[in-house]
């Protein structure tokens, strides 16, 4: 079974950066694509970015693309979320997410991924 350990997350001013963690146990060969998603109260979960099995492919969603960047360590297990030039909308709790091994490739719905993380609050202050 994978389990997914987020970190990273805090308060932080409106412009400011912060950089999400997630460690997956099970081995390098235990995961497929990952992908970052988070939740804003009221709100449904909505996809932030993913990166494919070999960090060779990422996909970004709109409202973060330019800001964020995705990348992976096989040899640590672990994916990162660089976020830059945060907004107050970008409160939410940022949550881990990924694909079993077989499923290498990106992928934006949330019913794609097989494993989530307990989560992360990001607060950004106006």
């Known amino acids: 079974q994978v389990q997914l350990v987020e970190s990273g997350g805090g308060l932080v001013q409106a412009g400011g950066s912060l950089r999400l963690s997630c460690a997956a146990s099970g081995g390098i060969f235990s995961t497929g694509a990952m992908a970052w998603f988070r939740q804003a109260p009221g709100k449904e979960r909505e996809f932030v970015a993913a990166i494919s099995r070999s960090g060779g492919s990422t996909d970004y969603a709109d409202s973060v693309k330019g800001r964020s960047t995705i990348s992976r360590d096989n040899a640590k297990n672990t994916v990162y979320l660089q976020m830059n030039s945060l907004k107050p909308e970008d409160t939410a709790v940022y949550y881990c997410?990924?694909?079993?091994?077989?499923?290498?490739?990106?992928?934006?719905?949330?019913?794609?991924?097989?494993?989530w993380g307990q989560g992360t609050q990001v607060t950004v202050s106006s």
């Open positions: 997410a990924a694909r079993r091994a077989v499923y290498r490739s990106t992928a934006s719905r949330r019913e794609m991924y097989d494993y």
